[in-house]
């Protein structure tokens, strides 16, 4: 229960870390911020191996990596579907 909350907490800032880099840090809430760090953290250790610092067994600078990557990916969608 502990790792899970571990994996949640490192999550978020690692989705606010995503935010923060790419200027979309306004316009993201907590739950959204998680969901980035999380889907960011596979999506970054998938592509980019699994090296650097490890907290909650989450390699950190692949998982910020993989974070700002989506982050963008979605702004675009969503910026794409709008107008």
Do not use: C, D, Y
């Not at 909350?5 to 870390?17: D, E, H, K, R, T």
Request: without cysteine; aromatic residues 6%.
């Amino acid at each position: 229960m502990l790792h899970l909350i571990w994996v949640l907490i490192i999550g978020a800032v690692i989705g606010a870390i995503a935010g923060w880099l790419t200027n979309r840090r306004g316009s993201m809430s907590w739950i959204a911020n998680i969901i980035a760090g999380l889907i960011g953290s596979a999506l970054g250790e998938h592509l980019l191996g699994f090296w650097g610092p490890v907290i909650a067994g989450m390699a950190i600078i692949p998982s910020i990596i993989g974070a700002v990557i989506l982050v963008l990916i979605v702004s675009l969608v969503l910026k794409l579907l709008i107008k």
